[in-house]
């Protein structure tokens, strides 16, 4: 896994004739330029394709998943992703949106956590066929039950230099679980 520095690698997976279908509506024929929007996110790369997490502010990204077909570690990569954004970064929260005949894009979406939020209907229009959107999250709270222990993730928001988020993390999970025995060194 490496943080991108530009937009050049992830930008050459969504140009792949296999991967643009599946992330371009009806009437966007040219390209899709990561470029215009790189600054204002998060690019994380892996061998096969990644992430781009774009900022939409007070600490909530959302994310776009772009992977080459055969792709077979994308579970891996993608708790590799989260793990670094929810330890490493200012984020709180990760949202997405995928059409529902993206079943793969969604079943990973599902496999690493998201909750589903909400369904759009016929928001998405490919190949003349209207298919709906399914509008997911995964915030720091519920990601961290996921984890290995609280202290954990406390410890690897240290190791990624964000230390105070994971006092914090940890002080609410404290909270949250009349727990504060986690609070301890």
């Given at each position: ?9 992830l930008q050459g997976v969504i140009d ?32 096969t394709g990644g992430f781009f997490f ?99 993730v406390r410890g690897q928001c240290a ?27």
């Amino acid at each position: 896994m490496r943080v991108a520095e530009g937009p050049e690698f992830l930008q050459g997976v969504i140009d792949h004739p296999k991967v643009k279908p599946w992330i371009s509506q009806d009437g966007q024929d040219g390209p899709l330029p990561l470029s215009a929007i790189f600054d204002d996110g998060i690019g994380i790369e892996f061998a096969t394709g990644g992430f781009f997490f774009h900022r939409l502010g007070d600490g909530v990204y959302e994310v776009h998943t772009l992977f080459l077909p055969g792709t077979r570690d994308a579970l891996a990569c993608a708790k590799a992703a989260a793990h670094y954004l929810f330890c490493g970064t200012d984020c709180t929260r990760i949202v997405t949106k995928v059409p529902e005949d993206n079943i793969p894009a969604w079943r990973l979406t599902e496999k690493v956590g998201f909750r589903k939020d909400r369904i759009r209907p016929a928001a998405f229009i490919r190949r003349g066929v209207a298919h709906d959107i399914r509008h997911y999250s995964l915030n720091l709270d519920d990601w961290m039950h996921m984890q290995e222990s609280p202290q954990w993730v406390r410890g690897q928001c240290a190791l990624l230099g964000q230390k105070d988020k994971g006092v914090r993390a940890a002080y609410r999970w404290a909270v949250m679980h009349d727990d504060y025995s986690i609070l301890e060194n």
